[in-house]
């Protein structure tokens, strides 16, 4: 089993620094909410992160069908308040030049997007507060 690693420190104010493998990520909370916008929030990450996996395996899916074309993803989700909670997400998926024929199984192929699977699934969350 692969183990994957992302580290976050607070740099400024609600201004996050996330970490993962060589690459930086900044996170923030919009004004409204004290933050200075300075980068996505974390419910739009998780959501970003739900494109791009979906992306990337209608990308597969296209390569192995021999399709080119610009693929593009949009999803959605609602944030609820209280308790918030990112729900209800919704991914549409364009593969230009995708046959009809072949929509059932790129269907049955992107929805095994890790990410999918992981927000279908009841996954429990261990929380440690170290001094």
């Known amino acids: 089993m692969a183990k ?18 060589q690459h930086k990520l ?9 933050g200075r916008d300075a980068g996505p929030t974390p419910p739009e990450i998780l959501l970003g992160a739900l494109a791009a996996c979906s992306a990337i395996y209608a990308r597969i899916f296209a390569q192995r069908e021999g399709i080119s074309g610009e693929i593009s993803v949009r999803a959605e989700a609602e944030l609820t308040e209280p308790p918030m909670n990112v729900q209800n997400f919704r991914v549409h998926v364009r593969i230009p030049g995708l046959p009809k024929e072949k929509l059932e199984k790129a269907y049955a192929f992107v929805e095994k997007c890790v990410v999918a699977q992981t927000l279908c699934a ?4 261990e929380l440690k507060i170290e001094l």
């Open 26 to 34: 900044v996170a923030d909370l919009t004004p409204d909410k004290g």
């Open 4 to 21: 994957l690693l992302a580290q976050a420190k607070v740099v400024d104010g609600f201004q996050v620094e996330v970490g993962i493998r």
């Open 122 to 125: 009841a996954n429990p969350v």
